[in-house]
């Protein structure tokens, strides 16, 4: 199978050359493109100076911007797989072996999942999680444990539906989507480490936002889509 790894990447010049060092480490024959998302510091020049491989975003277009660049950059160049892969060093790359092969097992979506066999702690940084993941099986009655992951694989049918689909950003609630629409979904357990460098944009005012959305989005929303 052609494998492609996307990389959405928005001011990660701190993190982005061990994290696509840990990529040629650790899966070596798996083609990678970081998408550099409009970044204010130095992370294109950086891509630049390691000769990395990179599409250049002239602004910032999001994390859904970013990776659907990536999305259509794997169908004009006719992967089987795409990795969704956080630039900010959080996933690592020895388990993209495993979640390619739950693709090739035919899976259409596997996740990188945090809680498999780990149990999910009962944080106020794990509460959003909890609410999503039983909002979802309410919807669908399938159960995801860390529907927050960023850390996916798609087969070539969900490469195109997250390529072309303006409403179908790679977020917990388009899961209600894609399982509405028959796609198997499977998650296998992963580690993630603490990012290094910067920060990230979920502080407590934007998690709740950002928790709030997407419970709206899977009761209201993503049920009554088109199919």
Avoid: W
């Amino acid at each position: 199978m052609k494998v492609l790894v996307v990389i959405p990447a928005y001011n990660e010049e701190g993190n982005i050359v061990n994290t696509v060092h840990d990529l040629e480490r650790n899966s070596p024959g798996v083609d990678y493109i970081v998408v550099n998302d409009g970044s204010k510091d130095h992370t294109l020049d950086i891509l630049k100076q390691h000769k990395m491989r990179y599409i250049d975003g002239f602004c910032n277009l999001g994390l859904f911007g970013a990776v659907q660049t990536g999305f259509k950059y794997a169908v004009m160049n006719d992967y089987d797989v795409v990795i969704q892969f956080d630039g900010d060093g959080q996933h690592s790359a020895v388990y993209i072996e495993s979640m390619v092969q739950e693709i090739k097992e035919g899976y259409d979506i596997v996740i990188g999942s945090r809680f498999v066999n780990n149990k999910k702690p009962f944080t106020a940084r794990m509460l959003g999680s909890r609410l999503i993941s039983l909002a979802i099986k309410i919807v669908t009655g399938k159960k995801i444990n860390d529907p927050t992951s960023g850390f996916r694989a798609y087969n070539r049918e969900c490469i195109r539906d997250y390529a072309f689909d303006m409403n179908n950003p790679p977020e917990p609630d388009t899961l209600v989507y894609m399982l509405k629409k028959g796609r198997r979904i499977k998650e296998v357990q992963v580690e993630m480490k603490e990012r290094e460098f910067g920060e990230s944009y979920l502080n407590l005012t934007n998690s709740i936002k950002y928790m709030s959305r997407m419970v709206i989005s899977i009761f209201l929303i993503q049920p009554f889509r088109k199919r």
